[in-house]
């Protein structure tokens, strides 16, 4: 049977972005709306089972209603920049999943949905129209059903004829009488004041239309009857606003509407790019590769009998490949390693490379004087060393070089980069071991030859990459930092930081008993026992039964998020109790039950993984644990701190922490003479802005001002927007708006530093940090304002963040080359945001402490001066 489903776009997009919180890519695009428009096309496609498929969009702000009336929508706020950089994204998803989409310069998506409807309905063809707009009511038919989604976009409610006279006593038709006499504030529709939904009901079930209602108004009483005579004209327009326009010129027929299901390997890349990967495996969506080109090589499988050869095959190879199973190279297994040169590549199992005989081969390994280019020298490092095999001698990596050539590429797999390069294509690892649950080490003879072929790609890889390294004068970077960084990074997780377990439990039931003591004293408040995780019953209790005011609605009931708690706070004071059970708990589960899991059952120590690859801003990130998200705000979470101890007796922990390193390169980089002059001056940079902003001096600069100064600080690191500020902040849009142009107007270069870095960026086509690290920005000359405005974004902040990772990343190369170079027993353990922590024995804490903060100061020579705060105690919570 037909079906077709039509989607009002802007409205749906609009309801998933503030139904859901900010998330974002590692491209530091914010992904919530196109996550939300995406699982509600999923559920749709599976529940309803369209056979034609639209989405309308708005083209542009000015329609033909506004040459009648100026002021229509022009009430509404300015759409955030955090969505409308997401409409590109969302128009993009919808080619994926190969779904029509339309819009037309002069209307609105509404009247695009009005011509598809009136034309489905002459047609007697089935349409559901999905929208979060009341006003598309007046469409429903005998063949049109209008879904409005409800409580964001989790649900829909359905409305056809019968259903909109039962819930409104109304005719389709009429519920644009119903607007012209209420008005509408979103859409600056005024109608009659005074009238709102009750009355303009109450009105039409005597009278049927807003002519009626004008004919009649002698009848009316009171007021109502004045209201009406003044305001008649205004009536009358309403309700011409409020009216669909269904004659849209459409250049499309029935056949282009046709959904016939979507591409795996198009939605498969989109949700890649997206980082949606719940929904890669929840579609069981993998990618599909082009065939392998057989090439004109020798795959030799190196078995025990062959390891006689080896003295003969090593001086022939250049690259090689270390295949390890799983995410975490501390757990994983090594299925072998692929070996490759000119004229031949080879495999070698681990079962084989552990005999006797394979001696050669791991002394090769080992041999700082054998070059060797790889693929993730990291992870083939850490792994190996479990193996007992110290792995040395990395000339060239090409996963590294790679990510510097393009940080913002999401397939940094050989496959993917065979594709991208034009070197003989690969299989993807997908396609020869199965994905997730379906995980599966193939037959010895696909493993060895698909190992080989991998060896052969980063062999073919690096001189083209070299190449490409070269133009870009990215040399340096490579081979100063992020190659010599991936070494360091590998001691250190190897090293690990030791954590006192039964402090750990220990810990963990203080927490329990603080839990209790607060669930006691929230029952005691509730005058009753319920589950305090719940949203269900704890929404009953707040609002029920304490009659505490409605925030906002779920799928299942009350809201009770921690949002709405926060804005329920003043009202009643078990809901601080609440909030102080959420934090504890989850310090509880997450970082002492969590933390408990990593610790290493021979070293007794947590080995992190330090990821180089992740972020485009050249950001360090950390997994198993996540060492980035350890809570430092409040007192219980920095508690956690306590556990990580020095790993031997009487040594201490000493950590160093560069000072506000983001503010200090924005003033480098701007030239800003203010900004300069304070951190030369050693001044609060947050005080100093308040003070300038508010026109202020020291003594005067309250706390609230500081709060605000320091977030707008921040805030222009990151791009953020009046949006985004006024939500930091808890503030309007609007005062949000006035603060930043007030700090513009005294920050003057920096202003000047973001229009001049976003001209230049619209002329190279990216921006680079001050080593040279680039960020290419493709979409900066779009013609698209969505796309072009995040790119400006990110051509602003890119800059900043990037050259703050860079500096950390040389102190710790320069850091621990000296280290190496002065013989020290000192050992640098971990890296966390701009902190570096290292523990210390007591004869050398000065030497290290002047060693550390020497080298962390002179990383890079800026315009003002870098400043360290270093610090020591028995643990890492004293040390801070």
């Known amino acids: 049977m037909n079906k077709l489903i039509v989607i009002d776009g802007n409205s749906i997009a609009n309801r998933a972005f503030y139904a859901l919180p900010l998330l974002s890519n590692a491209q530091g695009q914010h992904t919530n709306a196109v996550y939300g428009f995406t699982t509600m096309l999923m559920k749709l496609i599976e529940e309803e089972k369209p056979t034609h498929f639209l989405v309308a969009f708005d083209a542009g702000k000015v329609t033909f209603r506004h040459k009648d009336y100026k002021e229509y929508k022009g009430g509404r706020a300015k759409t955030p920049p955090e969505l409308s950089e997401q409409f590109p994204m969302i128009k993009q ?46 469409l429903a038919s005998q063949h049109v059903t209008i879904a409005l989604t409800r409580k964001g976009i989790s649900e829909m409610e359905k409305y056809d004829p019968e259903a909109i006279k039962e819930k409104y006593g109304l005719t389709p038709q009429q519920i644009v009488d119903l607007k012209g006499l209420m008005g509408d504030s979103s859409d600056n529709i005024p109608g009659i004041p005074g009238v709102g939904e009750k009355t303009g009901l109450k009105l039409l079930h005597e009278y049927g239309t807003v002519e009626e209602v004008l004919a009649h108004a002698d009848d009316l009483k009171g007021k109502m009857k004045e209201k009406v005579k003044e305001h008649a004209e205004s009536a009358r327009m309403s309700k011409e606003l409020a009216t669909i326009f269904r004659e849209v010129p459409l250049d499309f027929g029935w056949e282009s509407l046709k959904y016939e299901g979507y591409e795996a390997a198009s939605l498969a890349e989109m949700f890649t790019r997206l980082e949606f990967k719940s929904l890669l495996e929840k579609m069981n969506l993998s ?61 070698i199992s681990i079962d084989t490379l552990k005999q006797e005989a394979a001696q050669p081969l791991v002394k090769w390994l080992e041999d700082e004087a054998k070059e060797k280019v790889i693929y993730d020298a990291h992870k083939a490092q850490l792994a190996l060393h479990w193996q007992g095999i ?87 970077l490579f081979y100063d930092l992020e190659l010599p960084l991936s070494s360091v990074l590998a001691s250190m997780e190897l090293r690990g930081v030791k954590v006192d377990v039964q402090e750990l439990k220990d810990f963990g039931e203080e927490l329990q008993k603080k839990l209790d003591e607060v669930i006691s004293h929230i029952y005691e408040l509730a005058g009753t026992e319920f589950n305090l995780n719940s949203p269900k019953q704890l929404g009953e209790i707040l609002f029920d039964k304490l009659g505490l005011p409605v925030i906002k ?139 300038d902003v508010f026109g202020v001096s020291a003594e005067q600069v309250d706390s609230e001002m500081r709060r605000r ?172």
């Open 709 to 880: 100064a320091k977030a707008v600080n921040f805030g222009i690191v990151y791009g953020i927007s009046d949006y985004g500020l006024s939500q930091n902040l808890n503030i309007t849009r609007k005062e949000a708006a006035a603060f930043i142009e007030q700090y513009f107007a005294v920050f003057q270069g920096v202003r000047a530093f973001m229009d001049d870095i976003v001209k230049q960026a619209k002329k190279d086509g990216y921006v680079s940090t001050l080593l040279h690290r680039r960020r290419y920005l493709p979409e900066i000359n779009a013609s698209n304002f969505n796309q072009r405005s995040f790119a400006e974004r990110t051509a602003m902040n890119t800059p900043i963040q990037g050259t703050a990772a860079d500096v950390i990343k040389l102190a710790m190369v320069q850091l621990y080359n000296r280290m190496q170079k002065e013989k020290v027993q000192s050992r640098m353990l971990l890296q966390v945001h701009d902190e570096l922590v290292l523990e210390v024995p007591p004869n050398e804490m000065d030497l290290m402490e002047r060693m550390v903060r020497e080298t962390m100061e002179n990383a890079l020579e800026l315009a003002v001066p870098l400043k360290v705060e270093v610090s020591s105690g028995k643990d890492w919570y004293e040390a801070k």
């Open 390 to 476: 110290e792995l040395r001698g990395i000339r060239f990596d090409v996963l590294l070089a790679g990510y510097l050539l393009d940080p913002t590429k999401n397939d940094q797999t050989l496959s993917g980069m065979t594709d991208q390069y034009g070197v003989p294509a690969i299989q993807s690892d997908e396609h020869v071991f199965g994905k997730g649950a379906k995980f599966k080490v193939p037959e010895i003879e696909v493993l060895s030859e698909h190992l080989c072929r991998k060896a052969l790609a980063v062999h073919r890889l690096q001189p083209v990459m070299q190449k490409h390294l070269n133009e870009l004068q990215m040399d340096e």
């Open 93 to 138: 998803l919808l080619e994926a999943f190969a779904i029509q989409q339309f819009e037309l310069e002069g209307y609105e998506a509404d009247d695009i949905v009005g011509t598809i409807t009136k034309m489905a309905d002459e047609q007697q063809f089935p349409v559901l129209v999905v929208t979060g707009d009341k006003d598309m009511l007046q």
């Open 553 to 691: 609605k779920t799928k299942t009931g009350y809201s009770t998020d921690a949002e709405v708690l926060e804005k329920l706070e003043p009202y009643h004071e078990i809901i601080s109790h609440i909030l102080y059970y959420r934090t504890i708990s989850k310090l509880q589960s997450t970082y002492v039950e969590g933390l408990l899991k990593e610790v290493h059952t021979d070293t007794g120590k947590i080995h992190t993984y330090y990821r180089q690859t992740i972020a485009a801003t050249g950001r360090l990130s950390s997994q198993f644990p996540n060492l980035q998200n350890i809570p430092i705000r409040l007192e219980e979470g920095r508690k956690i701190r306590k556990v990580f101890k020095p790993s031997e007796e009487g040594w201490r922990i000493l950590a160093a922490d560069y000072s506000q390193i983001e503010l200090r390169i924005l003033a480098h980089i701007s030239k800003d003479e203010k900004l300069i002059e304070a951190f030369r001056e050693d001044r609060d940079i947050h005080t100093k802005t308040a003070m």
């Open 287 to 347: 990618t599909a590769r082009g065939e392998i080109k057989e090439e004109e090589v020798s795959l030799i499988t190196i078995g025990p009998g062959q390891l006689g050869q080896l003295g003969e095959i090593l001086p022939r190879i250049q690259s090689i490949h270390v295949e390890v199973t799983g995410e975490n190279p501390h757990q994983g297994a090594i299925l072998g390693i692929g070996l490759a040169g000119e004229d031949a590549c080879y495999f």
